[in-house]
Structures are given as C-alpha cells and as structure tokens.
C-alpha cells in the first residue's frame, strides 16, 4: 500500500504533465482548425472584406492575418490588436464590429460571417496563447497605411468633402434630377436622370458612382462634371462655366474621390490640402443690374462681406459666380455662405440662409478670360471692378432675387 501510494506520487508530475499537454494539444488544435477552417477562406476569397464599407482604400482584413494560427495571434497581440486575457475586448473584434448606420445587406452578411470566426479563433487562441517570439522573429501585421491616409479615405470624411464640394449646388440639379420632381422627364430619358437621392447625400454620391456619372479612372471625365459645364450635350443646358467656383469645387472632390477609392494615396505628404472655407447653401439669389455694357459674357465673381461689430468683416461671407448677360446688362446668380473652417461646427448639409444685414459685395470680371486658358485661375486683385452695398432683408428664391444697383461712380479701374 505504501509503496503503491510511493510510485503514485512519484508519477503524479508525469500524470500531470501528460494531461495538460493533452489539453494544450486540444486547445491549440481548436484554434488551428478555427483559423484553417474559417478565418483563411475568408481571406482568401475574391470578396471585399467588410472594411470596404467605410473605408474606401487602404484597409482590408487580410491585412490583419498571417500565414498560420499561431504566428498571427502572436503578431496580433504584439500590435496590440488581441487581448488574450480579455478576447472578446480584442481591438481587432472592435473594428468588424463598426457598421454604418444604413447597412449594405451583401457586406453585413460578411460582416457577421467575419466577426463569428474571428470571434471563435480569437476566443480559441487565447486560451493558450503562443509564447511570445523574439523581437527578430516578429512578423508585422496590419493595415501599412499611414493614419492621416487611413483618416483621409474614410467614407465619412469624403461624405463630407462630395456635400461642401457638389451637395451645395444640389439645388441647382433637383428639379430635373430628384425623382420627387422629375417624372415628366423619367418617362422621356429613363431612369437613370434621377441620380439624386432626395435629402442624402449619401444615397446620391452611392448611386452617381454606380451609374458611373462619376468616372474613377478619368476624374475629369465624369458626366457629373461635363453635363453641367455644357461641354457634351445635356438636357439642362450649361450650369456653370470653366474656371467657376463650381468647376473646380467638382473637380476637386473627383479627383480626390478618384485617388481614394484608387488607392492613389500612399503617404500624408499625397493629401491634398484642405481649404479654410466650408461652403453651405443660402437659397439666396442676388441680381445686381446696370454693369458696364462691355462686361458682357465674361465669368464674373462676387465675394460678400458684412458690417459687423462697427467694421466689414475680414474674410468673406459668401460667394457666387456665373457669366454677365450682356443685353440686360445684369448678373444673377445663386449665392453660396462661407464658414471659416477652423471655427465652424455646422455642417454644409443643411441649408442656412445668410441673415439679414448690410453687405459690402465685391466684383471680379474675367475680362480677359483668363479662365478660359487656365481654369484653376482665381480672380483677384487685378480683375477687381467695383463693389457694391445693400443692407435689409434677403428672402430666399430669385421670385424675387435680392436685387442691387451698381453705379458707374464704384467702379474702379
Ligand atoms: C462603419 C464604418 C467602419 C467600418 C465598417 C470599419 N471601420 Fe475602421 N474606422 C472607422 C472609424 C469611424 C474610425 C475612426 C475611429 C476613431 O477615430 O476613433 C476607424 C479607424 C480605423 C483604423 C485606424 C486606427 C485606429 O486605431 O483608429 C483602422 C486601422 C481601422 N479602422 C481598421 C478597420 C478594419 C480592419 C475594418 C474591417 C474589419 C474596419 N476598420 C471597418 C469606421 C469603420
Ligand atoms: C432643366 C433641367 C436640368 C437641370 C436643372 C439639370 N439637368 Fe442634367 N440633365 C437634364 C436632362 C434632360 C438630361 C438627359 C439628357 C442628357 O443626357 O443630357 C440630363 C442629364 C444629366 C446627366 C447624365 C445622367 C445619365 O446618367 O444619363 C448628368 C450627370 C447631369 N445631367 C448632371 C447635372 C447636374 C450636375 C446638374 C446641376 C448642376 C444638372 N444636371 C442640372 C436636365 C437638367
């Protein structure tokens, strides 16, 4: 009896050791058939991960997995993406969890299918997790795009930039585009005229880029853009010309839209820059009448400014820009608010009208159509023609606009 209760206490260690090592065994062979079985198809499939949706470029969920079960939790938890004494607070679970607000059905079946896998494997490999490597052997892992880039192409900052840049002039487009106002011309051109989704912009810019208005490859191509300027033919006729506030706020989101969704950014120094103004829309139309006869046909811009606390303002207020009409020697145009970026929280969504007060508006002709040999020109100082003043209320629509009288004795030569 003693020496039995010897050898058994002798062997015990043994014992021990061997049923331990047979859990670790299963432990970590449940973790390899969850990462074999269901994390690597995932990422080996042709399908876009379910980061697509909000991140139009640089982030992919194959980014964030390595060959093997054991070499990619080991990377994973030193990049801090995997937490193996709380699994289910893992960063990385975190991010296949964000969704937008309106879900895309196809990437929220793949989503779910992502997060139970990753979920289980994570759950799995954490519950022995591989000794951690030597410095040397450590693989990276992760997405190897810069943050500001990552930030950049984000869909809710370029949601932001397609409303300050095209959203504001929507108003310019919705009676002929919105199908809460265009069934007459559905019936004649089909459906494909109503490329505005009524009241969301991000319905719109989705549906303008799968009707591909919105040509990825040639920015400067897109309908959205040739249609308005009038240089193909189009159904509404010219809406704004080249070299315009206008032309180049659209181009400029193409172009950057263009690049994210490419994949054309690599470092923050390929961002472009950001400008100080935000655009939002009034509904306000100013008619200012009796301009010289020979301004005629030439692009002319208005900046305005206000009367505020005893001064004009530094900065200007508002903007609006279109071509002089020659015979009733007159300019009307719609007129764009501007906010100072750096201390605007309102967003450009919604439509704000300037308030009523006194306005100093300051014109510049494209006399010399500059703007036709170089569209990315801004009229300054040296097309600067007259101003004008006005002061009282300003109601929105052009029945009537806001209408001001230039006289002769503010011009400036
Ligand atoms: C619903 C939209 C949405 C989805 C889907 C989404 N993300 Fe993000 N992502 C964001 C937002 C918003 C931020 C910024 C969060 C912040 O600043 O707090 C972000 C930030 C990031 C960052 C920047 C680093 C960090 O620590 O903030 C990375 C990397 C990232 N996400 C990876 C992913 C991966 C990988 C996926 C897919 C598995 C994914 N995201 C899916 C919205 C999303
Ligand atoms: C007075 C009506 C009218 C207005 C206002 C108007 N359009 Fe159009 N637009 C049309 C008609 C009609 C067509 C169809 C015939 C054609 O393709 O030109 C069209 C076609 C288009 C198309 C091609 C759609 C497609 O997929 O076939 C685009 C893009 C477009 N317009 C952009 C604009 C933009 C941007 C604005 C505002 C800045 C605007 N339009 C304002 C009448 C208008």
């Given at each position: 009896?003693k020496l039995?209760?010897n050898?058994l206490?002798?062997?015990?260690p043994?014992i021990?050791v ?6 670790t065994?299963?432990?970590?062979n449940?973790?390899t058939?969850?990462?074999e079985?269901?994390?690597?198809p995932?990422v080996?499939s042709e399908r876009a991960?379910?980061?697509?949706e909000c991140h139009?470029a640089?982030?992919?969920?194959r980014?964030y ?6 070499k ?6 030193v990049?801090?993406l995997v937490?193996?004494e709380?699994p ?9 969890s964000?969704r937008p607000e309106?879900e895309?059905p196809l990437?929220?079946k793949?989503?779910s299918?992502?997060l139970a896998?990753?979920q289980?494997?994570i759950?799995a490999?954490?519950k ?7 410095t040397?052997?450590?693989s990276t892992?992760g997405s190897?795009?810069p943050l500001e880039?990552?930030?950049?192409t984000?869909?809710d ?7 300050e ?6 108003e ?15 019936e004649k051109h ?5 490329w505005?989704s009524p009241?969301?912009p991000a319905?719109?810019?989705a549906?303008?880029?799968?009707q591909g208005?919105i ?6 191509e ?5 249609k308005p ?6 159904g509404?006729h010219?809406k704004f010309?080249?070299g315009?506030d206008?032309?180049k706020?659209f181009?400029?989101?193409l ?5 994210a969704?490419?994949?054309?950014y690599?470092?923050?120094k ?11 829309a009034t509904g ?5 009448t009796?301009l010289?006869?020979?301004w005629?046909?030439r692009?002319?811009?208005v900046?305005?400014y206000?009367?505020e606390n ?11 820009d279109g ?5 009733q020697?007159l300019?009307q ?6 906010d100072?970026?750096?201390q605007?929280g309102?967003s450009?969504e919604s439509k704000?009208?300037?308030p009523s007060?006194?306005?100093?508006v300051r014109?510049?002709?494209?006399r ?7 569209r ?12 004008v003043?006005?002061?009282g209320?300003?109601k929105?629509?052009y029945q009537?606009p806001?209408?001001v009288?230039?006289k002769?004795?503010?011009?400036t030569?």
């Amino acid at each position: 009896m003693k020496l039995r209760s010897n050898c058994l206490s002798r062997l015990l260690p043994e014992i021990l050791v061997v049923v331990f090592a047979h859990a670790t065994w299963v432990n970590a062979n449940d973790a390899t058939q969850i990462f074999e079985r269901r994390v690597l198809p995932l990422v080996k499939s042709e399908r876009a991960s379910s980061c697509r949706e909000c991140h139009l470029a640089g982030i992919d969920l194959r980014q964030y997995v390595l060959e093997d079960s054991a070499k990619t939790f080991a990377a994973l938890a030193v990049a801090g993406l995997v937490d193996a004494e709380k699994p289910a607070k893992s960063k990385l679970l975190t991010f296949i969890s964000r969704r937008p607000e309106k879900e895309d059905p196809l990437l929220a079946k793949v989503r779910s299918e992502e997060l139970a896998a990753f979920q289980s494997w994570i759950e799995a490999a954490a519950k022995n997790p591989p000794a951690p490597l030597p410095t040397a052997a450590q693989s990276t892992i992760g997405s190897p795009t810069p943050l500001e880039v990552i930030r950049h192409t984000r869909i809710d900052r370029v949601l932001k930039s397609f409303v300050e840049k095209i959203w504001v002039d929507i108003e310019r487009c919705e009676n002929c585009h919105s199908p809460a106002r265009n069934s007459r011309l559905i019936e004649k051109h089909g459906e494909q005229i109503s490329w505005i989704s009524p009241n969301d912009p991000a319905g719109t810019l989705a549906k303008s880029a799968q009707q591909g208005i919105i040509d990825v490859e040639k920015p400067e191509e897109s309908l959205i853009l040739l249609k308005p300027l009038g240089v193909v033919e189009h159904g509404g006729h010219r809406k704004f010309a080249l070299g315009s506030d206008p032309d180049k706020r659209f181009r400029s989101f193409l172009a950057d839209y263009a690049s994210a969704v490419r994949g054309g950014y690599r470092e923050a120094k390929d961002l472009p820059v950001e400008s100080t103004e935000v655009r939002y829309a009034t509904g306000q139309q100013l008619r200012i009448t009796g301009l010289n006869s020979d301004w005629r046909d030439r692009l002319m811009r208005v900046d305005i400014y206000c009367w505020e606390n005893g001064k004009w303002s530094s900065k200007r207020i508002a903007t609006g820009d279109g071509y002089v009409n020659g015979p009733q020697k007159l300019w009307q145009n719609m007129i764009l608010g501007i906010d100072d970026r750096s201390q605007s929280g309102k967003s450009a969504e919604s439509k704000r009208l300037l308030p009523s007060g006194k306005y100093r508006v300051r014109m510049f002709l494209d006399r010399d159509k500059r703007l036709d040999r170089d569209r990315d020109y801004e009229l300054g100082d040296e097309e600067f023609v007259g101003s004008v003043e006005f002061s009282g209320d300003w109601k929105p629509g052009y029945q009537p606009p806001k209408i001001v009288e230039f006289k002769e004795e503010n011009a400036t030569q």
